[in-house]
């Protein structure tokens, strides 16, 4: 599967930015796919994904701030941000994997997708 991300850029803190990652058109749609991220210095994490009911699934620290949405006619993975903090500041990749399970355990953890998009740097000051 491949992926390209799109849209990061620099924000004042409290701002927002859309993200987004363009999937293959053929790319099956029971493939898992999820937002990670990496701020220099520190491991991947994951940011958000959803699950194979269409649920959203987040990093508890991000709740309430991003929101992840797939849309299979335009093949794109998006994630909206919004109140951002330097924190958050991160090169953010998109990921798929043919499946993960248990996905509620296991979607985190960044050894399980096959395919990574090759990133875009979000900066917040």
């Known amino acids: 599967v491949q992926l390209v991300e799109s849209g990061g850029g620099s924000v004042q803190a409290g701002g927002s930015l859309r993200l987004s990652c363009a999937f293959d058109a053929y790319t099956p749609a029971n493939v898992r796919m999820a937002w990670f991220r990496q701020a220099p210095g520190k491991e991947r994490e994951g940011v958000a994904s959803?699950?194979?009911?269409?649920?959203?699934i987040y990093a508890n620290s991000l709740k309430g701030r991003f929101s992840i949405s797939k849309d299979n006619a335009r093949n794109w993975l998006d994630l909206q941000m919004n109140n951002l903090r330097p924190e958050d500041t991160a090169t953010y990749y998109c990921?798929?994997?043919?499946?993960?399970?248990?996905?509620?355990?296991?979607?985190?953890?960044?050894?399980?997708?096959?395919?990574w998009g090759q990133g875009t740097q979000v900066t917040v000051s």
């Open positions: 990921a798929s994997s043919p499946a993960i399970s248990p996905f509620h355990i296991a979607w985190t953890d960044s050894r399980r997708y096959t395919s």
């Open positions: 959803l699950a194979s009911d269409g649920s959203s």
